[in-house]
């Protein structure tokens, strides 16, 4: 084999290597960002689940309170005659 053909099959060689080497990295990448995602969406639902149940919480207790108070048409005699 002549020289420069063994240099055409090195750098074919290398050519190949480096662009499966290429494609295999921007697949971890890309495997790594969906999965990030996941986690993010996992995170919005805990969320999600806290916010609900804090707002039944407030909601409960407003009502509570509400029942708590007295009415203001029972007890107002500061009405002007």
């Known amino acids: 084999m002549s020289k420069a053909a063994k240099l055409t099959f090195l750098g074919s060689c290398?050519?190949?290597v480096g662009t499966i080497w290429f494609v295999h990295k921007a697949q971890e990448i890309e495997r790594e960002?969906?999965?990030q995602?996941?986690?993010r969406d996992q995170?919005?639902?805990a969320q999600r689940e806290r916010n609900t149940r804090e707002f039944d919480e407030t909601r409960a207790l407003h009502a509570e309170l509400?029942?708590?108070q007295p009415s203001v048409r029972e007890g107002s005699s500061d009405k002007p005659s």
């Open 14 to 16: 290398v050519f190949a």
């Open 33 to 35: 960002s969906m999965y």
């Open 37 to 39: 995602g996941v986690l």
């Open 43 to 45: 995170e919005r639902k």
């Open 66 to 68: 509400i029942r708590q």
